[in-house]
T-cell receptor, first 114, second 115 residues
């Protein structure tokens, strides 16, 4: 079945360091891909998305490119801040905008130290 | 933007009692609601999917008689944990989707503790 695999956490970085969180997926067809962020004790917020191959999603300095050839959607940020400390989830859906369920990766905890 | 209000944010209940969690879409019509359960430092486990006016579709291994889901209107879905036990203690999150919303909007979650 369809699945999402993220790199293991926790990831600990110093402020202003470069961030990469790897995400690969297994799915037939052309899924839509997402990155969500969860701050402690809260629900999930959409960080960015891409709905077709070669699309680049970006928001708040974060970027991810939908690479169909490598089935990947790696999250990157050039300079992280302490406020970026959170858990990041990669996800996919096969039926975007029609009530299709999201399939999540296991989450990667990011801790940014001053 | 789209907002989903989830209440309560925290609830403590005694073992054997039932607890109801509400999710409301405030500025859009949620044709589909998803209910997730999240264990500490774990990913989200989809429990069920509900479409307005229809019975919920439960994921394999989720007890439908224990986790009652109602989606009677386009703006409200409820999850009732019946006869709660300590092992039901968890973080529950709802998510709403509609064609007009172009995506998924998550509630802020409910921390359930059964004592």
């Amino acid at each position: 079945g369809d699945s999402v695999t993220q790199m293991e956490g926790p990831v600990t970085l110093s402020e202003e360091a470069f961030l990469t969180i790897n995400c690969t997926y297994t799915a037939t067809g052309y899924p839509s891909l997402f990155w969500y962020v969860q701050y402690p004790g809260e629900g999930l917020q959409l960080l960015l998305k891409a709905t077709k191959a070669d699309d680049k999603g970006s928001n708040k300095g974060f970027e991810a490119t939908y690479r169909k050839e490598t089935t990947s959607f790696h999250l990157e940020k050039g300079s992280v801040q302490v406020s970026d400390s959170a858990v990041y989830f990669c996800a996919l859906t096969k039926i975007y905008n029609q009530g299709g369920k999201l399939i999540f990766g296991q989450g990667t905890e990011l801790s940014v130290k001053p | 933007g789209a907002v989903v209000s989830q209440h309560p944010s925290r609830v403590i209940c005694k073992s054997g009692t039932s607890v109801k969690i509400e999710c409301r879409s405030l500025d859009f019509q949620a044709t589909t609601m998803f209910w997730y359960r999240q264990f500490p430092k774990k990913s989200l486990m989809l429990m069920a999917t509900s479409n307005e006016g229809s019975k919920a579709t439960y994921e394999q291994g989720v007890e439908k008689d224990k986790f009652l889901i109602n989606h009677a209107s386009l703006t409200l879905s409820t999850l009732t944990v019946t006869s709660a036990h300590p092992e039901d203690s968890s973080f529950y999150i709802c998510s709403a989707s509609s064609a007009d919303n172009y995506g998924y909007t998550f509630g802020s979650g409910t921390r359930l503790t059964v004592v």
